[in-house]
């Protein structure tokens, strides 16, 4: 018997869940809980937030830090570049 995986949105197993319609989502909310978990468990405050222009640009994740704002863009698959 397989575990469910993400119930609430009729999402039955692991395969489903990562090839199917929500994929990208499932992946974003999955990396922001990290970030913030990661923030927390260092005795941080965090403070991450989600940037979208009028004409659809967007940031899925800007982190506040000492430095300034880290950008943070959330991919499913591929090859991630630090191209700007």
């Given at each position: 018997?397989?575990?469910?995986?993400?119930?609430?949105?009729?999402?039955k197993d692991p395969e489903h869940a990562a090839n199917g319609?929500?994929?990208g989502t499932l992946m974003e909310t999955?990396?922001?809980?990290e970030v913030v978990k990661t923030l927390l468990h260092r005795g941080e405050e965090p403070?991450?937030?989600?940037?979208?222009?009028?004409?659809?640009?967007?940031v899925d994740l800007l982190v506040e830090t000492q430095g300034g704002l880290v950008p943070?863009?959330?991919?499913?698959?591929?090859?991630?570049?630090?191209?700007?």
């Open positions: 018997m397989s575990k469910p995986t993400c119930y609430l949105v009729g999402l319609f929500m994929s999955a990396v922001v809980s403070r991450v937030h989600f940037w979208r222009t009028s004409g659809g640009a967007e943070l863009e959330v991919k499913r698959g591929g090859t991630g570049s630090a191209k700007w």
